[in-house]
């Protein structure tokens, strides 16, 4: 009996070895470790424990992948203001859950099928599933997506032009379900004379998963190396972007209101001396709203007639933080204008942001779930934009995002089916501190400008603000002497090229995903309805 509980002991420290390995080497694979190799089989020790585990076990475990995981990923939020370990655990609830449905189906299935059929599966489960977390209300989050692990490689990701974001999170899945097919058998040598054990049903079926692997990915590579090969071509036009690098404490403080607006026009100057057709501030950059203070809007019209350049900004009637103050219940916009240095237009342009972030510019449900038991303050009462706008910049046209407006990408395909034919992000990260959290931000992205085929140029309060071309490259940020993007304070002029061309992901959206979530729901069924080939 005392060998029997230590070979157990010694089985449990091992599964828990592994699920752990797997959750730290995912998490090093996104930013800012970027060590984006190590999601190609990170999942593999996660696999392996869950072939050889019951359903009940293989749902704690892969709880434990995702607390890990999703701790290190989101380790940032610790530097939040007013954030605490309460909030992150309640995120934890909301997303291991998710990792806990993966594992049941992955026992379930490999008890039905073997493993070959498990891991043959698992890649339409597993962004099934990201396509949920993306989607589920007020609680969508397409965060740390595998795919976006990949964002510095243009050739892994061009089949986001085809495919969406999933498609490459599909590959990712495939490859490893591939190793562990390979690796089963050297780590289990006498599993297929185990009757109760789930075991590869023959080489014939390991063969099977471990070439589609390798054909897909194969077939990835080929196929972004043609894309990224041909040349984009078509009228350049000059854009300019300015990082004013206002501290977060700062920014609505009244008095460094005149200081703010000297910083963004002694930029703007600056960066006119480049010719661009646009020049674009960040995301809230004026300390007033422009609506509410004419003030402020006649200096950015002047400065505008002055260059004889357009520009864009964004603009808040209300610190989106501050939650105090009179008019704490007041509806307010967040909103992005351009102001036309022709004197003929008087009335800028403008969008109103359309996906609010909750919890920080509105509390979903706020008259009916009672946040402060959760130790959740209440926060500015912004209202969401209606109309997806294109900006007029004649003869082109482009589209416009407002911070985390661009992680969802079927928002911003709205934005090019309606004609955007360059897309601009403008975004305030300055509460992130020097975290990884902006550099996460910076690889979805890329992911938006490969979908679209479309440059995107992004204007950060703080940092990254950069020009990224239609196949995913960071063809230029803006940095220091030292090399640092974040909290520096700069202008960077480049050039893009309006476009038209739409890509398959743009005409029919998320087809691929719906597509996985067919297979996979198909492949439950037959599994309930037939008979276990083992046991789990």
């Given at each position: 009996?005392?060998?029997?509980?230590?070979?157990?002991f010694?089985?449990v420290i091992?599964?828990?070895?592994?699920t752990?390995?797997?959750?730290?080497?995912?998490y090093a694979?996104f930013p800012s470790?970027d060590?984006?190799?190590?999601?190609?089989f990170a999942?593999?020790?996660?696999?392996?424990?869950l072939?050889r585990?019951?359903?009940?076990y293989?749902?704690?475990?892969?709880?434990l992948?995702?607390?890990i995981?999703?701790t290190?990923?989101?380790?940032?939020?610790?530097?939040?203001?007013?954030?605490?370990i309460l909030h992150?655990a309640v995120?934890g609830?909301?997303l291991?859950p998710?990792m806990?449905?993966?594992?049941?189906?992955?026992?379930f299935?490999a008890r039905?099928?073997?493993l070959?059929?498990?891991?043959?599966?698992?890649?339409?489960?597993?962004?099934?599933?990201?396509?949920?977390?993306?989607?589920?209300?007020f609680?969508?989050l397409p965060?740390?997506?595998?795919?976006?692990?990949?964002?510095?490689h243009?050739?892994l990701i061009q089949?986001?032009g085809?495919?969406?974001?999933?498609?490459?999170?599909f590959?990712i899945?495939?490859?490893?379900?591939?190793?562990?097919?390979?690796?089963?058998?050297?780590f289990f040598?006498?599993?297929?004379?185990?009757?109760?054990?789930v075991?590869?049903s023959?080489?014939?079926?390991?063969?099977?998963?471990?070439?589609?692997?390798a054909?897909?990915?194969?077939?990835?590579?080929i196929?972004?190396y043609t894309?990224?090969s041909?040349?984009i071509?078509?009228?350049?036009?000059k854009i300019?972007?300015i990082q004013?690098?206002?501290?977060?404490s700062?920014k609505?403080?009244e008095?460094?209101?005149s200081?703010i607006?000297q910083?963004?026009?002694?930029?703007?100057?600056k960066?006119?001396g480049?010719?661009?057709s646009?020049i674009v501030?960040?995301e809230?950059?004026?300390?007033?709203?422009?609506?509410?203070?004419r003030?402020?809007?006649?200096?950015?019209?002047?400065?505008?007639?002055?260059?004889q350049t357009?520009?864009?900004?964004?603009?808040s009637q209300?610190?989106?933080?501050?939650?105090?103050g009179?008019?704490?219940?007041?509806?307010?916009?967040n909103?992005?204008?351009?102001?036309?240095?022709?004197?003929?237009?008087?009335?800028?342009?403008?969008?109103?942001k359309i996906l609010?972030?909750?919890?920080?510019e509105y509390?979903?449900?706020?008259?009916?779930?009672?946040w402060?038991y959760l130790?959740i303050p209440?926060?500015?009462?912004?209202?969401?934009?209606k109309?997806?706008?294109?900006?007029e910049l004649?003869p082109f046209?482009f589209?416009?995002?407002?911070?985390w407006?661009?992680?969802?990408?079927?928002?911003v395909?709205k934005l090019?089916a309606?004609?955007a034919q360059?897309?601009?992000?403008?975004?305030?990260?300055a509460?992130?501190?020097?975290?990884?959290?902006?550099y996460q931000?910076l690889?979805?992205?890329v992911f938006?400008a490969v979908?679209?085929?479309?440059f995107?140029?992004?204007?950060?309060?703080?940092?990254?603000?950069c020009?990224?071309?239609p196949r995913?490259?960071?063809?230029?940020r803006i940095?220091d002497?030292?090399?640092?993007?974040?909290?520096?304070?700069g202008?960077?002029t480049g050039?893009?090229?309006?476009?038209t061309?739409?890509?398959?992901?743009?005409?029919f959206?998320?087809w691929?995903?719906?597509?996985?979530?067919i297979?996979?729901l198909l492949f439950?069924?037959?599994?309930?309805?037939?008979?276990?080939?083992?046991?789990v």
């Amino acid at each position: 009996m005392g060998k029997l509980h230590i070979n157990l002991f010694l089985k449990v420290i091992a599964s828990v070895a592994a699920t752990c390995l797997s959750g730290i080497m995912l998490y090093a694979a996104f930013p800012s470790y970027d060590l984006s190799f190590l999601a190609w089989f990170a999942l593999v020790p996660l696999f392996l424990v869950l072939a050889r585990t019951g359903p009940l076990y293989g749902i704690l475990l892969s709880f434990l992948f995702g607390v890990i995981f999703y701790t290190g990923l989101f380790s940032w939020m610790f530097d939040l203001p007013g954030y605490k370990i309460l909030h992150h655990a309640v995120l934890g609830v909301y997303l291991c859950p998710l990792m806990g449905l993966f594992a049941w189906l992955f026992c379930f299935t490999a008890r039905k099928w073997g493993l070959n059929g498990a891991l043959f599966s698992t890649p339409f489960v597993w962004v099934a599933l990201e396509y949920v977390r993306s989607n589920l209300s007020f609680l969508s989050l397409p965060w740390g997506l595998l795919a976006h692990s990949q964002y510095q490689h243009p050739v892994l990701i061009q089949t986001t032009g085809i495919t969406g974001v999933y498609g490459v999170s599909f590959v990712i899945v495939l490859a490893n379900a591939g190793i562990t097919a390979i690796l089963y058998p050297l780590f289990f040598k006498n599993a297929a004379s185990r009757p109760a054990a789930v075991s590869i049903s023959s080489q014939l079926g390991r063969a099977a998963v471990t070439a589609v692997a390798a054909v897909a990915f194969i077939v990835a590579l080929i196929y972004g190396y043609t894309v990224t090969s041909k040349p984009i071509e078509g009228q350049k036009i000059k854009i300019s972007v300015i990082q004013g690098n206002i501290e977060q404490s700062k920014k609505w403080d009244e008095k460094y209101a005149s200081t703010i607006m000297q910083i963004y026009s002694d930029l703007t100057e600056k960066a006119s001396g480049d010719k661009p057709s646009l020049i674009v501030w960040p995301e809230a950059a004026t300390p007033k709203g422009i609506q509410s203070d004419r003030g402020i809007f006649n200096r950015i019209k002047s400065l505008a007639k002055q260059t004889q350049t357009p520009i864009l900004l964004g603009s808040s009637q209300l610190a989106k933080f501050r939650v105090t103050g009179p008019n704490k219940d007041a509806k307010y916009l967040n909103s992005a204008f351009l102001v036309d240095p022709t004197p003929d237009r008087s009335l800028p342009q403008r969008y109103d942001k359309i996906l609010l972030l909750p919890f920080s510019e509105y509390l979903p449900y706020r008259e009916t779930v009672p946040w402060s038991y959760l130790n959740i303050p209440d926060v500015n009462n912004f209202i969401p934009g209606k109309k997806f706008t294109i900006f007029e910049l004649p003869p082109f046209r482009f589209g416009v995002s407002i911070c985390w407006e661009n992680i969802f990408a079927d928002h911003v395909r709205k934005l090019v089916a309606n004609g955007a034919q360059f897309l601009v992000n403008i975004t305030n990260e300055a509460w992130f501190g020097e975290t990884a959290a902006s550099y996460q931000f910076l690889s979805m992205n890329v992911f938006r400008a490969v979908e679209n085929s479309r440059f995107l140029v992004r204007s950060a309060n703080t940092g990254i603000s950069c020009i990224i071309d239609p196949r995913g490259r960071i063809i230029d940020r803006i940095i220091d002497k030292d090399g640092r993007s974040i909290f520096v304070r700069g202008k960077l002029t480049g050039e893009v090229i309006p476009l038209t061309d739409q890509t398959f992901y743009n005409r029919f959206g998320d087809w691929f995903i719906w597509l996985c979530a067919i297979y996979s729901l198909l492949f439950v069924f037959l599994a309930i309805i037939k008979k276990a080939s083992g046991m789990v």
